[in-house]
């Protein structure tokens, strides 16, 4: 998750000249919600806690996996509920946040995971993409897609 603040500051070093303070501190503010939001996510994958999984999907959420799977909310959780994918090691890597506006996040980065199926463990790497968006003072994620790379070159 280092990297959400490492690339944030990288790149507000690079643009400082293009943008107000106002600006800078907003794009912090949105950093540092996304960092927040992916850590609870990915805590909570590992522990299968479907309970606060349920609390941050949105109800019509799109889950895209990165076999091209695409699951509602029911069957994600479902997945987690039943044991059919256990997450045992789970790392979001390379984290890069964009804000379409001051009610939805576009964050982008690569997962790498270890996960139990019935089928057998399965190591992982991938690219994804997930978009989170406010209502209210919640925020909840609209849309995940994964996107399967070879674990060398990820």
């Not at 106002?22 to 909570?44: C, G, I, M």
């Not at 984290?95 to 996040?105: E, G, K, N, T, W």
């Not at 980065?109 to 992982?124: N, W």
């Not at 209210?136 to 994964?146: D, K």
């Amino acid at each position: 998750m280092n990297d959400i603040r490492n690339d944030a500051v990288a790149r507000g070093r690079e643009n400082a000249s293009e943008i107000g303070s106002d600006d800078r501190d907003r794009a912090a503010v949105w950093v540092e919600r996304a960092e927040s939001l992916e850590r609870l996510r990915e805590s909570a994958m590992l522990r299968a806690d479907v309970a606060a999984l349920d609390a941050m999907l949105e109800d019509d959420v799109v889950y895209v996996h990165s076999n091209g799977v695409a699951d509602t909310k029911a069957r994600y959780l479902e997945s987690l509920a039943s044991g059919a994918n256990v997450y045992r090691a789970l790392s979001l890597e390379d984290v890069r946040v964009s804000a379409a506006s001051d009610d939805v996040l576009v964050v982008t980065g690569r997962m790498i995971a270890s996960i139990r199926k019935a089928t057998g463990d399965i190591a992982l790497s991938s690219r994804y993409a997930a978009v989170w968006v406010r209502r209210g003072a919640v925020w909840r994620l609209a849309l995940f897609q994964g996107t399967k790379t070879p674990m060398e070159s990820a």
